[in-house]
């Protein structure tokens, strides 16, 4: 699991007045979900019109609404199955509309290393779900992906290529560590059913 997930506790504390207003007013955390995947849309094209930058700030909220997703949910109780796979979805989503954007603007190709990346971590964890386990196993999370997207955008070549390169193939090792907790959550639920 990402090293920074072990400070969701806090960081839905922290949160926790935002989410209460939003529960108030009726907001879920699917609508908070696709809002983001619309600020990703509108960074996208700002990066497709040559204004990087901004659509990178502009991202980085969209990133933000996605923190802010997770904590409503938990903090209110208003998580769902269906919610969950949107968010992941979604995320991918995200990343898919701005580095699109940003290619066709002029970034370089090798950032879709990094979206490929990222999709096939989600197709490990789902491939686990489906098999009826749950893994958290991959080291290099949605934050560290992120990181290395944004200061491979901001860092000329080779240097960007290289940022981007490492981050796809540590979204490949997070995939095999998904992979290998789930086969061994597997065994073990397997074991047990045996033995009892």
Known sequence: MSMLYAFKPQKDRL???VCAALRAAGVTPNVVTAAGVLLSAAAGLLALSGHLYAGI?????GAGLDALDGSLARTCGLGSEFGRYFDSVADRASELLFIGGAIAGGAP???????????????????NH?????SDAAMFGRPERLAFLILGLLSPRPYSTALFIVA????LISSVQALASGAAARKRNSKEARET
Do not use: E, H, N
């Open 15 to 17: 949160l926790r007045p």
């Open 57 to 61: 700030l502009v991202f980085l909220a």
């Open 109 to 127: 190709l090798t950032a879709f290393a990094v979206v490929a990346g990222s999709l096939i971590l989600l197709a490990s964890r789902i491939y």
């Open 130 to 134: 489906r098999k009826g386990v749950t």
């Open 168 to 171: 796809g193939l540590m979204c």
